[in-house]
């Protein structure tokens, strides 16, 4: 898979995600988007909400993403 576009932007301290990655016969496509929230530093993390948007064959998917990452 290949990203085929990539987007970031921000407002206030929120930064956006947007990545999508498609296979090279365009059968299946995934839709990554994420945003930052609060971030602990104390624990070199930040945490990270959003989805993951799957689509194979013409059937689509879409799973929550909540967690954290390490810096």
Same mark, same amino acid.
């Given at each position: 898979?290949?990203? $085929?576009?990539?987007?970031? $932007?921000?407002? /206030?301290?929120?930064?956006?995600?947007?990545?999508?990655?498609?296979?090279?016969?365009? @059968? @299946?496509? *995934?839709?990554? @988007?994420?945003?930052?929230?609060?971030?602990?530093?104390?624990?070199? $993390?930040?945490? +990270? @909400?959003? $989805?993951?948007?799957?689509?194979?064959?013409?059937?689509?998917?879409? +799973?929550? *993403?909540?967690? /954290?990452?390490?810096?």
């Amino acid at each position: 898979m290949t990203a $085929s576009k990539v987007d970031e $932007s921000s407002a /206030g301290n929120v930064l956006r995600y947007t990545h999508v990655f498609e296979d090279a016969s365009h @059968t @299946t496509q *995934v839709i990554e @988007t994420l945003k930052n929230g609060a971030t602990n530093e104390q624990a070199d $993390s930040t945490q +990270l @909400t959003g $989805s993951l948007t799957i689509t194979h064959g013409g059937a689509t998917q879409t +799973l929550r *993403v909540e967690g /954290g990452t390490a810096c």
